[in-house]
């Protein structure tokens, strides 16, 4: 059993920067796949972001790509998500999410096999 645990969330105006960490409490396989999603009220959930626990790959919705960061520590089993330039549409409560054999599709909220509690990001304009 994996236990994903976010923080980091806040207030902050337009054009500012968060950087948000989640801690995972099991070591993820070799294989996984760490991603970050977001819903905000009467949205669906929303891929964010995600990245191989090993390698060099990740992923990003063109709504982020490049103004976020996904990176992880691995001797931590802690991935973070660097958010810069933000904006009043990237408010929004963030998970976190683990799916343990990677499935081929980062995208999907099917993949994912852990979720964390979520963290609230509101960005005032």
């Known amino acids: 059993q994996v236990q994903l645990v976010e923080s980091g969330g806040g207030l902050v105006q337009a054009g500012g920067s968060l950087r948000l960490s989640c801690a995972a409490s099991?070591?993820?396989?070799?294989?996984?796949?760490m991603g970050w999603f977001r819903q905000a009220p009467g949205k669906e959930r929303e891929f964010v972001a995600g990245i191989r626990w090993t390698g060099d790959n990740s992923y990003y919705a063109d709504s982020v790509r490049g103004r976020f960061a996904i990176s992880r520590d691995n001797a931590k089993n802690t991935v973070y998500l660097q958010m810069n330039s933000l904006k009043p549409e990237d408010t929004a409560v963030y998970y976190c999410a683990l799916d343990r054999f990677y499935s081929g599709t980062p995208g999907s909220v099917d993949a994912y096999d852990y979720w964390g509690q979520g963290t609230q990001v509101t960005v005032s304009s």
């Open positions: 099991g070591r993820p396989f070799s294989s996984s796949l």
